[in-house]
């Protein structure tokens, strides 16, 4: 069983930075690809960055690459999201998951991850 716990959401005015958190469990942590989606109320959940099990790949939408950088801590069992030049178009909740598959490639699709975390709020305002 894995569980998630996100941390470090907040209200942040546009052009600032903010670091999200995900505590993961389980003895395997190595072994989980990580992702980070985020939703707004009332619309589909959507990809945000992920990173591979082994740390050597990582994906980003395109709304957020060269802005957002996803990074993992092996010893700490915890994965990151730094968030630099926010916009008020990233509001949203922000959700950490978890894929047990070793896959290769970090997957985008929500259906690719069979564990999430609670989800934290991001609010960017004007």
């Known amino acids: 069983q894995v569980q998630l716990v996100e941390l470090g959401g907040g209200l942040v005015q546009a052009g600032g930075s903010l670091r999200l958190s995900c505590a993961a469990s389980g003895r395997t942590f190595s072994h989980y690809g990580m992702g980070w989606f985020r939703q707004v109320s009332g619309t589909e959940r959507e990809f945000v960055a992920a990173i591979s099990w082994s740390g050597g790949r990582d994906n980003y939408a395109d709304s957020v690459k060269g802005r957002f950088t996803i990074s993992r801590d092996y010893a700490k069992n915890m994965v990151y999201l730094q968030m630099n030049s926010l916009k008020p178009e990233d509001t949203a909740v922000y959700y950490c998951?978890?894929?047990?598959?070793?896959?290769?490639?970090?997957?985008?699709?929500?259906?690719?991850?069979?564990?999430w975390g609670q989800g934290t709020q991001v609010t960017v305002s004007s």
């Open positions: 998951a978890a894929d047990t598959t070793l896959r290769w490639v970090p997957g985008t699709g929500k259906d690719e991850y069979g564990y």
